[in-house]
């Protein structure tokens, strides 16, 4: 899985330290004891121009850097872009701003995923779960140092994007997404202005409308 294309990525041109990366630098998720292939390495190695750095996305059921970290292009922005991370503590603000009796069709029993939870407040309510999120949460504090180390990031240079994630059934120990992973999306371009497509979270009681979304 990880040597897959979803657990490969470059950020736009940064300067790190003194030294210029026009294209970007490349970046990747593994961990020492379980790294995409010596010849995908090798090979993303030889890049140098583009020196390739590894964060750690084992922690992850399908182990993808993909899955939780990506950039959007930002004129604004100090560096032109932002750098998008997922963030559980933004989701559990974002879920108490809302009516703790909102229903949620997409993640009750039976529903599209099958998750059991009725409400915002059965969600804001899971001990477990909050348990479960604080140890991601450590994990993306650590893993965020590491990219602004590697890509010269300052915190007006990061947008926090919400999420949760769940230990499901196959995944073992692992976690996988519980708000479908916002953070894992896709930059076009339609008619000169930039679109962006990203996972639909379903944080609403009526799925039609969107609008309604938190």
């Known amino acids: 899985s990880l040597d897959y294309g979803g657990n490969l990525e470059v950020s736009p041109p940064v300067t790190v330290g003194g030294v210029e990366y026009p294209y970007g630098r490349i970046y ?16 993303l190695d030889d890049m ?13 059921c399908v182990g993808h850097i993909d899955e939780f970290t990506t950039t959007i292009p930002d004129p604004s922005a100090p560096k032109g872009f932002r750098f998008v991370i997922a ?21 009750a029993p039976g529903g599209w995923s099958g998750h059991s939870i009725d409400s915002i407040g059965e969600m804001l309510n ?23 180390e590697e890509l010269g ?8 994007m919400p999420s949760l994630f ?3 059934q196959g995944c073992g120990d692992y976690v996988a997404a519980l708000i479908p992973r ?33």
Do not use: C
């Open 28 to 43: 990747y998720g593994g961990a020492p004891d379980y790294l995409p292939h010596q010849a995908t390495r090798g090979a």
């Open 48 to 60: 140098k121009i583009q020196k390739p750095f590894m964060a750690d996305s084992t922690w992850l």
């Open 87 to 107: 963030d559980t503590e933004s989701a559990w603000a974002l879920l108490e701003s809302v009516n703790p009796s909102t229903a949620l069709p997409r993640y």
């Open 126 to 148: 899971d001990r477990s779960l909050r348990n479960l999120n604080e140890e991601v949460q450590e994990i993306l504090d650590a893993e965020k140092e590491r990219f602004v």
């Open 153 to 160: 990031l300052t915190e007006d240079d990061i947008i926090y």
């Open 166 to 168: 769940e230990e499901p």
């Open 182 to 214: 916002m953070a894992n999306l896709i930059v076009s371009e339609s008619s000169g202005e930039p679109v962006i497509f990203l996972a639909d979270p379903f944080l609403r009681s009526d799925v039609q409308d969107q609008d309604s979304d938190p």
